[in-house]
């Protein structure tokens, strides 16, 4: 099992452009979970998903932030346009039904800069 | 949700025994506590997690006494490999199956 994949590990970018991340959930695992982690505010919640479905969104800061699951397989978290104030670590997670007790897995996560 | 509280950091030493304690003084019934560990520069993992008394399992072990106001993740002879942030958290299981993170105590660990 190759664990939860996140891409890329590494972004930099410019103010006011898209930025899209990705995440390739544990085949089988039918939640989906966004966070964002900064020294000031921590992991923070952003999204999740259940069997493909938006669940919750009400840690998604602004509506410059959207996420979306086209399958079970693959995930994106996009921001348009990115301000400077969005760089911190995303980090991707999945877990079976269950997994509140099971444990989450969590990918490797995405530093993103915006200069 | 019960908030946490736990220490913002700790050091130890090699070798030694670690107990990070959390206290969570508005737990539900059904609330559980599990802990989570991050080391730089990767995502948390799920290490243990408990309702009551102790669980152990081969990295840690939990103490959660009766009134389960609080609870204890002890960490037999820690090595250098253990420094990370390590994360307690209250469980609910409803329907709102979110994971929140506070946080977590910083765990140093010196030759």
């Known amino acids: 099992d190759a664990g939860v994949i996140q891409s890329p590990r590494h972004e930099v970018t410019e103010m006011g452009q898209e930025v899209t991340l990705r995440c390739k959930p544990i085949s089988g695992h039918d939640y989906l979970f966004w966070y964002r982690q900064t020294m000031m505010r921590g992991l923070e919640l952003l999204i999740y998903f259940n069997n493909n479905v938006p669940i919750d969104d009400s840690g998604m800061p602004e509506d410059r932030f959207s996420a979306k699951m086209p399958n079970a397989s693959f995930s994106t978290l996009k921001i348009q346009p990115s301000e400077p104030r969005d760089s911190a670590v995303y980090f991707c997670a999945s877990s079976p039904t269950g997994g509140l007790l099971l444990g989450y897995t969590f990918g490797s996560g995405t530093r993103l800069t915006v200069v | ?111």
């Open chain 2, 1 to 111: 949700l019960a908030k946490t509280t736990q220490p913002i950091s700790m050091d130890s030493y090699e070798g030694q025994e670690v107990n990070i304690t959390c206290s969570h003084n508005n737990i539900a019934t059904n609330d559980y506590i599990t802990w989570y560990q991050q080391f730089p520069s990767q995502g948390p993992r799920f290490i243990i997690q408990g309702y009551k008394t102790k669980v152990t399992n081969e990295v840690a072990s939990l103490f959660i006494p009766a009134d389960r106001k609080s609870s204890t993740l002890s960490l037999p002879r820690v090595s250098l490999s253990d420094t990370a942030v390590y994360y307690c958290l209250v469980v609910r299981m409803d329907s709102s199956y979110k994971l929140i993170f506070g946080s977590g105590t910083r765990l140093l660990v010196r030759p």
